[in-house]
Every structure is written in C-alpha cells, then in structure tokens.
C-alpha cells in the first residue's frame, strides 16, 4: 500500500494540480493508496503571496491571518469526512485561483453549502481549539518531514520500508517514476491508462523525479 502525504497551500495552482494528479494515480493504482493534503503554513508561503509587492508587517500579518482562516477551514470540513473535507479544498482553490474569488467568509460558507457540509456543525468546528490544534500537529508533520515548500509529497510505500520518499515535483509522471521505482506498477501501464503520450526525453538522459529518501 501507498501512503502519500502531500503538504499543500490552499491558494496555490501548483498545488491544486499536485492534488488531482495524487487522486488520478489513486484511481488508476490497482493497489491501495491511502493519501492526505496536509495544510502547511509558512514565512515563505506568505513571501510568495505578497511577492509582487513591497509588503508591509501590517499586509504580512494580514496575508497570515488569511492563509491561516482558510487552512481552519479545510480542517473544519475535514471533520465531516475526508472526502467532504477534500472536495471542500479543491473547491476553495477553484475559486481562489481559477474564479479570481477574493477569500472571505461569505464565500467560505458558500462553498461549504456546496460542499454538502452541516453549516452550522461546519461554523462552529471552524472557531474551534480543535481545528487549531490541527492546524499545530500538521505543522509539527511538517517539521519532522523536513518540508519547507507547498506542493511537495512524502510518499511510503509501507509494504517495502519504513522509509519515505520526498518528492517536490508531483507531476503524474513523477508519480509513476516512484510507483515503478518501488516495484507497484510499471509506468508503461499507469500512463496507458490514460492513453498519456510521454514526451521524448533529452538526449542521453531521462527523466528522474526529484527525490530524497527520509
């Protein structure tokens, strides 16, 4: 069985395309693949937001409390389920990045109401010490993982070791590269699936997916 975790920005595109091409392998693995998005905060995650700009303590701490707000969020909807809380997630990054929304709480229970949630179950999850406390035990995931950038993935493959993979490029193919990597699938198979046409390598050389051991 794959265990993935990916560590996501929940404004990020990168991520959002991170995220579906982990529910793609998922749904083309024949084997098992248990995966989780994991929020992640940082000061470079805030550097990158306010990039164009000269920011401000004042935007800095702004752009904080906003990750933050939206990150709570998502660990409200996760209470509900994982599938809710997920597609609640991809719903929110649509409307960030793709629809221009602007974050706020009108919107955030908008997209809870279409996510199916209990709004009332949902508002009062969102205030919570424990969706806090969820948001500092994902941190502290983090920490020990060694992650410093959003859209990267520590991927275990808990049938061969104990060890984990941190991958910072997940692309589909990167993907398949570690599932053939670690004996699941061959690579072939998994981009067939989905009648992928695989560009031609560099000459002399192919492609590897950036990974470390953990």
């Not at 104990?162 to 692309?171: P, R």
């Not at 072939?188 to 953990?214: D, F």
């Given at each position: ?11 990020g ?72 809380g ?17 974050f ?8 809870a109401?279409?996510s ?39 991927i ?28 699941v699938?061959?690579k ?27």
């Open positions: 069985m794959l265990e993935v975790y990916l560590f996501v920005n929940p404004f595109a990168r991520c959002m395309r991170s995220e579906r091409n982990i529910m793609k392998l998922a749904d083309h693995l024949d084997s098992k693949v248990s995966f989780q998005f994991v929020p992640l905060l940082n000061q470079q995650i805030v550097e990158q937001a306010l990039a164009s700009v000269h920011p401000t303590l004042a935007q800095r701490n702004t752009c904080f409390k906003t990750y933050y707000q939206a990150i709570l969020a998502y660990k409200a909807a996760l209470f509900q389920g994982k599938r809710k997920r597609n609640f997630l991809l719903d929110m990054q649509t409307a960030i990045v793709n629809q221009h929304h602007t706020s709480t009108a919107l955030t229970l908008d997209l109401k279409a199916h949630l209990d709004l009332d179950m949902f508002q009062e999850d969102w205030a919570s010490d424990l969706a806090k406390q969820a948001f500092q035990t994902d941190q502290k995931l983090a920490a020990e993982m060694k992650i410093q950038q959003a859209s990267s993935a520590v275990f493959n808990c049938d061969v070791s104990q060890y984990g993979l941190l991958l910072n490029d997940v692309t589909y193919e990167a993907l398949c590269d570690v599932c053939e990597n670690q004996g699938a061959t072939a198979s998994l981009m067939q699936e989905l009648n992928y046409t695989e560009p031609a390598a560099a000459a002399g050389a192919a492609h590897r997916p950036h990974l470390h051991v953990l």
